[in-house]
């Protein structure tokens, strides 16, 4: 989502804001996936509980693998930057 007027508070025009992503992980490593999920409520700020919700599901060793690596990689920087006390060291990890 990019809207031309700002939704969020501390967000700006156009800027891009994540609101879903849906991924497969293997837990343990055999031939069963799990599907994980996240769409934000359309009325609250998703940013915080996107970013706590991938790194729940992302947690432990493992690859990930997107379809668009720079694109994922640069919302995940900015998240990074805006939660730099809290997530930032946890996400540079999972992106490096």
């Known amino acids: 989502m990019a809207p031309a007027i700002p939704r969020f508070?501390?967000?700006s025009c156009f800027q891009k804001?994540?609101?879903q992503f849906s991924m497969l992980t293997n837990p343990e490593g055999g031939?069963?996936?799990?599907?994980?999920?996240?769409?934000?409520n359309h009325t609250?700020?998703?940013r915080k509980e996107i970013i706590?919700?991938?790194l729940e599901y992302t947690h432990g060793d493992?690859?990930?693998v997107v379809?668009?690596?720079?694109v994922v990689k640069k919302r995940l920087r900015e998240l990074a930057e805006?939660?730099?006390?809290k997530y930032a060291s946890e996400i540079r990890n999972r992106i490096s």
Request: glycine share 6%; proline share 3%; hydrophobic share 35%.
């Open 17 to 19: 804001v994540c609101v």
């Open 52 to 54: 706590e919700k991938f």
């Open 82 to 85: 805006l939660y730099q006390a």
């Open 67 to 70: 379809y668009s690596e720079n």
């Open 31 to 40: 031939s069963e996936f799990i599907q994980n999920e996240f769409l934000a």
């Open 44 to 46: 609250v700020d998703p």
């Open 9 to 11: 508070r501390g967000t």
């Open 62 to 64: 493992g690859k990930i």
